[in-house]
Each structure stands twice: as C-alpha cells, then as structure tokens.
C-alpha cells in the first residue's frame, strides 16, 4: 500500500451489520445438532485448542474466583510488560481486545479515522457511535490525511503483514501477531498497540488482551473502562500461559501451510496468510460446509468478499478428513 498521504475523498459503503465468528450456538440451533457436533472455522482461535492443563490448573485454582481482580491487572501486567520489554505502567490489562475498542474512541481525541476494508468491523461500529468519521482505505489506495488509523498486522481477513506507517496517529492492531514479532516492537511513538491474549491460547470465554503505549495514553483508557480489567482466573493464568506462545506460534505456522496446500490441491485461490486463517475462494462455487456441520466465515456485508470464504485452522486429523471430504464435494 502506498505510503502517500491524500486528502479525504468520498468512501466507499461502509456495512451496516457487524458479524462475527464464533456463533456456534446460533449454528447448532439451526442445524438441530450438538455444538459438539461443529467444527467450527470461522474465527482464528488457536488450532490445538486450550492447553492440555489448563482444566486441571482451574481446578486447583477456583479460589480464585472468590478474590475481586486486581485493580491494575497484576500478576498478568507485570509478566507482560517482563516478555515485551516494557514498563508496567505502560501495559493495561483488559477483559479482551474489544474490551479497549469498545472506548477508546470516546478516550482518545480523534475525529477521523482511516481504516483498511474489507475488515474486522468492529472499531468501525465503535467509531461510528463515538461520531468519529471512518474513512475506508482499499488495496492500492493513498493513505488519507485522518487524525489516526487502525491498522491491523495481520490483517483480518486477508492475512498480510504490513508495519504501521510512519509519521502516523493510531492503533496496532497485534491480535494475530506472533509473540516472537510482538517482542521486539517496544512502545511505539503515538501509537497504541492493541492486542488480544485469547486467540493464542485458545480462552476467548476468559476474556484477556492488553494495550502497549505510553503511561499518559494508558491512563485515558483507564479512565474509560470498568475498575476491574479482567477476571481475576485469567490475571493469575498468564504467567501459566506465557511461556508456551512461541511454540504455539509454531503450530499454527505448520497448520496454516497445511491449508494452503490442501486449497491449492482442490483449485482454491486463496491469500498468503501470516495469521492463524486463509481466505479462500473455489474453483467454481462455493461447498455446502453446513451439511457437513462445519462452521466458516464468509462476508455478506463487504461486496468486495462475495464468494470468499475464511478458513480457522485444523490439527485433529478427524477434523482435516472431515474439511477434505467437504472439498471433495464442491460442485
């Protein structure tokens, strides 16, 4: 993407209706089968699951639960802030990602904002209702004159990796970085580095992310959100969880190249993906993965994406046979 920066020119359609992954109760429901029954790829959660451990750990742990969560997100802070070189009081804690979208537009004193589309869409929801003025930035464009962006490294749903460009206001979007490139990028200058804990470590339903940025920054956030940043299990769970990420990286870099040539086998286009999804599109139309009670994401609300399908990753071999016979029968 060029780096040239234009004034703001009329955008195009933002959506409406903000999707996610992840539905697998609405699916079961339509489906009148068991959640159990699901193979669910439609979000980037990791392909192994939760570690082997962790229901053991939660049981030895459920005193826990008896304890508010430390106001300041400790021992979790302190661990990361450790892991990314940083100081603690330059790390918030938060219940997820979304947690931190939900209001840093009301927190940080921007009145426009430059986004690349098709896209994850909920900062734009989020943008919108704080009246800060989303401008869509597609494939090729110049980068408007905005008093910040959102960028996202992976991108979601493509799967590229592009450094947040200089001389720029916003937000780093890390949530799909792997944590060997997350250490290295320190505090960056103006910028708010936003990232999600459960998608590594497969704990969505525990709710835990972190922003990286500068002390004064973190404090308008803090000033925004609830007292208490995440639940207290989850706090005391990270230093647990920590050391595993890099080869848990690993897994999804193996998974991840193990789509993309099963795709290319059946004649599927698809993306070079960075993150733990490829987005895809068949030969000639799309399968009907529903009667295999398989759960994917597709975009009905960017026409950018019509007939393109995002695939989660896979490591049970049951689950890979069950995706192949589901390409076998595309028409």
């Not at 699916?27 to 029954?37: E, H, I, L, N, R």
């Not at 989020?126 to 962006?149: F, M, N, Q, T, Y």
């Not at 804990?197 to 525990?206: A, R, S, V």
């Not at 972190?210 to 004064?216: K, L, N, R």
């Amino acid at each position: 993407m060029s780096s040239n920066i234009t004034q703001l020119t009329p955008s195009i359609a933002m959506p409406n209706d903000f999707p996610h992954g992840g539905g697998v109760e609405a699916a079961a429901k339509a489906w009148a089968c068991d959640v159990s029954d699901i193979l669910d790829l439609s979000t980037g959660l990791h392909p192994a699951g939760q570690p082997d451990w962790l229901a053991a750990w939660l049981g030895e742990h459920a005193d826990l639960a008896a304890h508010y969560p430390d106001v300041d997100g400790e021992p979790a802070r302190s661990i990361l802030a450790e892991a990314f070189k940083v100081q603690p009081e330059q790390v918030l804690m938060t219940a997820g990602a979304q947690a931190v979208i939900e209001v840093i537009f009301q927190a940080m004193p921007w009145q426009s904002m430059g986004v690349c589309v098709p896209c994850y869409n909920e900062p734009i929801r989020c943008a919108k209702r704080a009246g800060c003025a989303v401008h869509a930035i597609e494939r090729g464009d110049s980068l408007p004159a905005v008093d910040a962006l959102w960028w996202t490294s992976p991108q979601n749903p493509f799967g590229n990796i592009e450094a947040f460009p200089n001389a720029f206001h916003g937000v780093l979007d890390e949530s799909y970085m792997p944590f060997s490139e997350r250490r290295k990028l320190g505090v960056m200058p103006d910028v708010i580095r936003l990232g999600s804990l459960t998608k590594t470590f497969c704990i969505p339903g525990l709710r835990l992310g972190y922003v990286i940025a500068d002390s004064a920054v973190i404090q308008k956030l803090k000033a925004w959100l609830p007292p208490w940043p995440s639940s207290t299990l989850a706090l005391h769970l990270l230093p647990k969880l920590l050391p595993e990420a890099d080869a848990r990286d690993l897994q999804v870099e193996a998974a991840r190249e193990r789509l993309q040539a099963l795709l290319k086998k059946y004649d599927w286009q698809y993306y070079e993906s960075y993150a733990s999804f490829v987005l895809a599109r068949p030969p000639v139309e799309t399968p009907d993965f529903s009667a295999k009670r398989i759960l994917v994401r597709e975009f009905p609300e960017w026409r950018q994406l019509q007939g393109w399908v995002r695939f989660g990753l896979m490591e049970k071999e049951c689950d890979w046979q069950r995706f192949e016979r589901a390409l076998l029968e595309q028409k």
